[in-house]
């Protein structure tokens, strides 16, 4: 059986948006047709997500209208919206992990017995149908927190699809996930759209995922629509222009093979990664690359003292092996996780106490001093591109990837003391020209003496531009240590085994 859905085309007409005094949207007109897989592009702050908050009830424009089907709207609440027939697939998912599959497929729109009793059989069947027809194998009868975080993207859409939507909103929707649940997603994505007529909407940084998901692209500039143009049109390196006109895609050589070592490792296991033996040279860059699960994030917590590890750790010569969190810090060892928002970011704080946050202890004792603060904030803002570069603006008023550049930028503010900065998916969330100039900075943080970085990417491409050796995980072992010379194509093949 498949999932009956109307299709409707959905026009966006003049729509705009402030926030305070900053024109975010200033008068979007996009028509999008039924049936078609649209990639909605754009710099960090060029306004794709408020666009869709527009359309899934989370913000409320300012003027314009919107029309679904022959209604028109001049702002959605998020049930009027999803009334209208909107559905928006969030990153942080909003399933619920001790109940079942069909549980969180029919949350708050359970089917009920005359008694208000569940009928469960009819909601696991129903479940059923509606996963088979998205191609998706998972028991309905399965607990959700046991599933891959592929799997529950797939819940989260059939959950979305119940109420037979003509509109799928995606933000972003790949970062969490390994290489074959993306595989996965866009061949999903693809039916949806020609098999079951919906306008999918797809907003992604990940110029590949577009080449080969989307049938139409829009890219969004300052909040204008700078064009709209069939994927025939369009090759990769237009996709790039587009968004980062002035963007170079610079590799660097850079000799360091007789830089002393800041970094050993012998035989060192963090929970259940390793054993790995490497030594990083000052100034060197090392990247970890492997699927998802390998002991990307695992490795880099072990040298931060926040999961337990054993064997040797040498800094600088000095044992440091069995760390705490405090003394990893203390001896200059520095993490930005990779979920910002769970293990970094402060929504309500201000961007400038979120960049000295790390930095108070030394920069502001015993009281605050404001006009240092400024200072340090307005150079470090500038040099990580932060836009706006507002000290006070709240943390959760950042776009998706000026908020990463606040997390990097903490390290990038000259006033610190570490000397091994550890990343996690540094470039999550961040333009492709904006990422280049990330590079850079990463690149100088390295280059100062006494300097390292370790970092972690899903991204080969990420791999290949930024480390000068690589580690290749491997379900928890290091399958090889190679130079970033070999290509992406003989990177994801070590890391597949
Ligand atoms: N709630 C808010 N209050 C104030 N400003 C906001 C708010 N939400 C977004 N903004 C601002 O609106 C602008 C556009 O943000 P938006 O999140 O739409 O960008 P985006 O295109 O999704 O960027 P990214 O690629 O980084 O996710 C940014 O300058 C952002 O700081
Ligand atoms: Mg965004």
Same mark, same amino acid.
């Given at each position: 059986?498949?999932?009956?859905?109307?299709?409707?085309?959905? #026009?966006?007409?003049a729509?705009?948006?402030?926030?305070?005094?900053?024109?975010?949207?200033?008068?979007?007109?996009?028509?999008?047709?039924?049936?078609?897989?649209?990639?909605?592009?754009?710099?960090?702050? +060029?306004g794709?997500?408020?666009?869709?908050?527009c359309?899934?009830?989370?913000?409320?424009p300012?003027?314009?209208?919107?029309?679904?089907?022959?209604?028109?709207?001049?702002?959605?609440?998020?049930?009027?919206?999803?009334?209208?027939?909107?559905?928006?697939?969030?990153q942080?998912?909003?399933?619920?992990?001790?109940? $079942?599959?069909?549980?969180?497929?029919?949350?708050? *729109?359970?089917?009920?017995?005359?008694?208000?009793?569940?009928?469960?059989?009819?909601?696991?069947? =129903?479940?059923?149908?509606?996963?088979?027809?998205?191609?998706?194998?998972?028991?309905p009868?399965?607990?959700v927190?046991?599933? #891959?975080? %592929?799997?529950?993207?797939?819940?989260?859409?059939?959950?979305?699809?119940?109420?037979?939507p003509?509109?799928l909103?995606?933000?972003?929707?790949?970062?969490?996930? @390994?290489?074959?649940?993306?595989?996965?997603?866009?061949?999903?994505?693809?039916?949806l759209?020609?098999?079951?007529?919906?306008?999918?909407?797809?907003?992604?940084?990940?110029?590949?995922?577009?080449?080969?998901?989307?049938?139409r692209?829009?890219?969004?500039?300052?909040?204008?629509?700078?064009? $709209?143009?069939?994927?025939?049109?369009?090759?990769?390196?237009?996709?790039?222009?587009?968004?980062?006109?002035?963007?170079?895609?610079a #590799?660097?050589?850079?000799?360091i093979?007789?830089?002393?070592?800041?970094?050993?490792?012998?035989?060192?296991? @963090?929970?259940?990664?390793?054993?790995?033996?490497? $030594?990083?040279?000052?100034?060197?860059?090392v990247?970890? &690359?492997?699927?998802l699960?390998?002991?990307?994030?695992?490795?880099?917590?072990?040298l931060?003292?926040?999961?337990?590890?054993?064997?040797?750790?040498?800094?600088? %010569?000095?044992?440091?092996?069995?760390? $705490? /969190?405090?003394?990893a810090?203390?001896?200059?060892?520095?993490?930005? +996780? @990779?979920?910002?928002?769970e293990?970094?970011? &402060?929504?309500?704080?201000?961007?400038?106490? *979120?960049?000295?946050?790390?930095?108070? @202890?030394?920069?502001?004792?015993?009281?605050?001093?404001?006009?240092?603060?400024?200072?340090?904030?307005?150079?470090?803002? =500038?040099?990580?591109?932060?836009k706006?570069?507002? /000290?006070? =603006?709240?943390?959760? *008023?950042?776009?998706?990837? *000026?908020?990463?550049?606040l997390?990097?930028?903490?390290?990038?503010?000259?006033?610190?003391?570490?000397?091994?900065?550890?990343?996690?998916? /540094?470039?999550?969330?961040?333009?492709?020209? +904006?990422?280049?100039?990330?590079?850079?900075?990463?690149?100088?943080?390295?280059?100062?003496?006494?300097?390292?970085?370790?970092?972690a990417?899903?991204?080969?491409?990420?791999?290949?531009?930024?480390?000068?050796?690589?580690?290749?995980?491997?379900?928890?072992?290091?399958?090889?240590?190679?130079?970033?010379?070999?290509?992406?194509?003989?990177?994801?093949?070590?890391?597949?085994?």
């Amino acid at each position: 059986m498949s999932i009956d859905l109307t299709s409707k085309g959905l #026009s966006i007409r003049a729509l705009r948006k402030a926030f305070g005094a900053q024109e975010v949207l200033k008068g979007i007109n996009l028509d999008l047709k039924a049936g078609e897989v649209h990639a909605l592009l754009g710099p960090n702050g +060029a306004g794709k997500s408020t666009l869709l908050g527009c359309l899934s009830g989370a913000v409320t424009p300012d003027a314009g209208e919107i029309i679904i089907g022959n209604r028109s709207y001049q702002h959605f609440t998020p049930t009027s919206a999803f009334e209208a027939g909107m559905a928006s697939i969030y990153q942080h998912f909003q399933l619920i992990g001790p109940l $079942t599959v069909s549980d969180n497929i029919f949350l708050v *729109n359970e089917m009920r017995s005359r008694l208000g009793t569940i009928r469960q059989r009819e909601q696991r069947q =129903r479940s059923s149908e509606i996963l088979e027809s998205l191609g998706v194998d998972v028991d309905p009868g399965r607990l959700v927190e046991e599933l #891959s975080v %592929g799997e529950q993207q797939t819940i989260e859409i059939a959950r979305a699809l119940l109420k037979e939507p003509s509109v799928l909103i995606l933000d972003e929707p790949t970062a969490a996930l @390994s290489e074959h649940e993306v595989t996965a997603l866009l061949e999903l994505v693809r039916r949806l759209a020609q098999d079951h007529g919906l306008i999918v909407i797809y907003v992604t940084h990940l110029l590949r995922e577009v080449l080969e998901v989307a049938d139409r692209v829009t890219v969004l500039r300052d909040g204008n629509v700078l064009w $709209t143009r069939p994927i025939e049109d369009l090759s990769l390196e237009d996709l790039v222009h587009a968004i980062a006109p002035e963007s170079q895609i610079a #590799s660097i050589e850079r000799d360091i093979r007789h830089h002393p070592p800041l970094l050993a490792l012998e035989h060192y296991r @963090s929970a259940w990664t390793g054993p790995v033996d490497l $030594t990083l040279r000052e100034g060197e860059i090392v990247g970890i &690359f492997g699927l998802l699960g390998s002991g990307r994030t695992d490795l880099l917590e072990g040298l931060t003292g926040v999961k337990r590890s054993s064997g040797r750790v040498l800094l600088q %010569g000095r044992d440091i092996a069995s760390s $705490t /969190p405090q003394k990893a810090r203390k001896q200059g060892i520095v993490l930005v +996780a @990779s979920d910002r928002k769970e293990q970094g970011l &402060f929504g309500s704080m201000s961007a400038r106490d *979120n960049l000295l946050l790390p930095h108070f @202890s030394t920069l502001s004792r015993p009281w605050r001093r404001f006009g240092r603060e400024r200072a340090i904030f307005a150079g470090a803002a =500038r040099r990580i591109g932060l836009k706006p570069a507002d /000290p006070e =603006r709240e943390g959760n *008023n950042f776009s998706g990837g *000026n908020a990463q550049k606040l997390m990097v930028g903490r390290w990038m503010t000259g006033v610190d003391s570490s000397h091994l900065l550890l990343l996690d998916e /540094p470039t999550q969330g961040v333009d492709i020209g +904006a990422r280049q100039d990330l590079y850079g900075l990463i690149r100088d943080y390295a280059a100062q003496p006494g300097h390292g970085v370790i970092f972690a990417s899903s991204d080969p491409e990420e791999v290949v531009a930024l480390a000068d050796r690589v580690i290749v995980l491997v379900e928890g072992n290091v399958a090889s240590i190679v130079e970033p010379g070999i290509g992406e194509e003989k990177l994801i093949a070590l890391a597949h085994g």
